[in-house]
């Protein structure tokens, strides 16, 4: 299980209330009821036995996972799911637990635990998985991108260090390529993105856009065309790539 176990304690719940506070950073996503969602529901189980609900849009064989920021849920990604499934991708969004359609107590610290769930869900339904994460599930995608087979990561807003998570040490194992996104003005993770692309290993490129948007509020925001832009073309610049048969005895 991919977490480090963490005390609530006055450290955590102050910066807890720095992100809450910080309300210039979060542009608003359509409010949206679970049953708006669209795609098809689908449920699985992590390693420790929670119950997780998300849904599943596309039929593709090249699968894109996307992980929400807290204090959010999956629904800020349902646009660019539907974008993704009509593109030629399977996307699957989906609640870390404790938010909104997902069962057991909210614990950002098993955000790892919770995608690597996602990730084994998705592993028999396409030939290569993509993970794009905001802010929290940023983290999570880069622990699970340090242990597992995948095509690519995007980061969008991605700290450091957040919720009992510390990826620094992680980011050096990922070897898929990574696109690092984040607002230059964004207070929350201010330097920390940079901090992680100098860190990585793997083949790297960074997006800065102007403001203070934080996470998939960027989607939400002036920038969000370009950024769905930009997503779509770092998912085809890294498919494998397919020659055509040689004739025999050639």
């Given at each position: 299980m991919f977490h480090a176990p963490i005390k609530q304690g006055a450290s955590t719940l102050a910066i807890?209330?720095?992100?809450l506070l910080t309300a210039g950073c979060f542009t608003p996503a359509p409010t949206r009821k679970p049953q708006d969602l669209g795609g098809q529901h689908v449920s699985f189980t992590t390693s420790d036995g929670v119950l997780l609900r998300g849904h599943l849009y596309g039929t593709g064989s090249t699968g894109v996972i996307l992980a929400h920021m807290y204090p959010a849920d999956q629904s800020d990604w349902t646009d660019f799911a539907q974008v993704l499934a009509a593109h030629g991708y399977q996307a699957l969004t989906f609640d870390f637990r404790g938010f909104t359609e997902s069962e057991g107590s909210s614990g950002t610290e098993?955000?790892?635990?919770?995608l690597l769930a996602a990730y084994q869900f998705m592993s028999p339904r396409v030939s290569r998985i993509f993970i794009a994460g905001a802010s929290l599930g940023a983290e999570a995608a880069i622990l699970i991108a340090a242990r597992e087979?995948?095509?690519?990561i995007i980061l969008i807003s991605v700290p450091t260090s957040f919720g009992g998570i510390t990826v620094t040490e992680s980011i050096r194992h990922v070897r898929a390529p990574?696109?690092?996104v984040t607002s230059a003005g964004d207070p929350l993770v201010g330097g920390q993105p940079e901090i992680l692309y100098r860190e990585a290993q793997a083949p790297?490129?960074?997006?800065?856009?102007?403001g203070r948007?934080?996470?998939?509020?960027?989607?939400f925001g002036p920038h969000g065309?370009?950024?769905?832009?930009l997503m779509l073309r770092f998912l085809t610049d890294n498919q494998p790539t397919t020659h055509p048969s040689q004739p025999a005895g050639h």
């Amino acid at each position: 299980m991919f977490h480090a176990p963490i005390k609530q304690g006055a450290s955590t719940l102050a910066i807890i209330a720095i992100w809450l506070l910080t309300a210039g950073c979060f542009t608003p996503a359509p409010t949206r009821k679970p049953q708006d969602l669209g795609g098809q529901h689908v449920s699985f189980t992590t390693s420790d036995g929670v119950l997780l609900r998300g849904h599943l849009y596309g039929t593709g064989s090249t699968g894109v996972i996307l992980a929400h920021m807290y204090p959010a849920d999956q629904s800020d990604w349902t646009d660019f799911a539907q974008v993704l499934a009509a593109h030629g991708y399977q996307a699957l969004t989906f609640d870390f637990r404790g938010f909104t359609e997902s069962e057991g107590s909210s614990g950002t610290e098993f955000a790892g635990t919770d995608l690597l769930a996602a990730y084994q869900f998705m592993s028999p339904r396409v030939s290569r998985i993509f993970i794009a994460g905001a802010s929290l599930g940023a983290e999570a995608a880069i622990l699970i991108a340090a242990r597992e087979d995948v095509a690519g990561i995007i980061l969008i807003s991605v700290p450091t260090s957040f919720g009992g998570i510390t990826v620094t040490e992680s980011i050096r194992h990922v070897r898929a390529p990574i696109l690092f996104v984040t607002s230059a003005g964004d207070p929350l993770v201010g330097g920390q993105p940079e901090i992680l692309y100098r860190e990585a290993q793997a083949p790297k490129s960074m997006t800065v856009y102007p403001g203070r948007a934080h996470g998939t509020a960027i989607l939400f925001g002036p920038h969000g065309p370009e950024l769905q832009a930009l997503m779509l073309r770092f998912l085809t610049d890294n498919q494998p790539t397919t020659h055509p048969s040689q004739p025999a005895g050639h």
